[in-house]
């Protein structure tokens, strides 16, 4: 088959912590559930997941987190799976691991000033980092696509960030690029359509601030020579 026809990614949907932040420095980050919205965000995405695959198959890569697999659940895609494989290189930004409410906000304040490509949670993981990961994830995916076989679609169930630095590696975006995209909504989807040898993004992120693709750190509004 080589390269599938197109590459699905969904966000999780809403988690218990989207609602209350203070459950972190109780509950592993990644045994955090799904809220009773985020189960029927869920539902949604499969949805509109199926009318996209139109009867094909899918392989499928989920987030080793609770809330990544609840979403996968209940998106309930059934016989449409050719395979699920659990990958872990596709999870959340490590910030921490039991983590301090107010620690954290601070540390959020610093990589707003500093750039969230860049900054390093002291007990976690920088932007560049989740960047490096996926990349390696890609050349997987590329082996994996030059074998025979392969489903003609591709699923990602993962985490905002992730689905943002995927598609950075994927088309080359620039640091700056990637610094002014908001993270999709929960149980949103973006997709990478192929049309001949290449793949185009169905919709942009959302912009806070604007930047093209090629934007660079020569464009940034204040230097510090």
């Known amino acids: 088959m080589g390269a599938p026809r197109q590459i699905i990614m969904v966000r999780h949907g809403q988690s218990a912590a989207n609602v209350d932040q203070t459950i972190y420095n109780r509950i592993p980050d990644y045994r955090i559930p799904l809220t009773e919205l985020g189960v029927a965000q869920a539902k ?4 509109r997941v199926r009318r996209q695959l139109d009867g094909q198959k899918v ?3 989920v987030s080793p987190y609770l809330r990544a697999y609840q979403t996968l659940e209940a998106m309930a895609l059934g016989d449409l799976v050719e395979t699920t494989m659990e990958e872990p290189r596709l999870r959340e930004q490590d ?3 039991f983590q301090n409410p107010a620690e954290i906000a601070d540390q959020k304040e ?3 000033a500093y750039g969230h490509f860049f900054y390093r949670f002291r007990e976690g993981e920088s932007g560049s980092d989740v960047y490096d990961r996926v990349s390696s994830f890609m050349e997987t995916l590329f082996r994996q696509w030059a074998k025979p076989g392969y489903a003609p679609n591709a699923l990602f169930v993962t985490h905002g960030l992730t689905m943002r630095l995927f598609c950075m590696r994927w ?3 620039s640091v700056e690029y990637f610094e002014s995209l908001n993270n ?3 149980a949103e989807t973006r997709t990478l359509l192929k049309t001949g040898d290449r793949y185009t993004l169905d919709r942009p992120f959302d912009q806070w601030t604007p930047a093209h693709p090629g934007t660079t750190v020569l464009d940034a509004p204040d230097h510090i020579w």
Do not use: K, T
């Open 44 to 47: 949604a995405a499969g949805e």
């Open 110 to 112: 610093l990589r707003n």
């Open 59 to 61: 392989r499928v890569y």
């Open 171 to 173: 088309f080359h975006w």
């Open 184 to 186: 999709p909504e929960n």
């Open 95 to 97: 910030w921490a691991n």
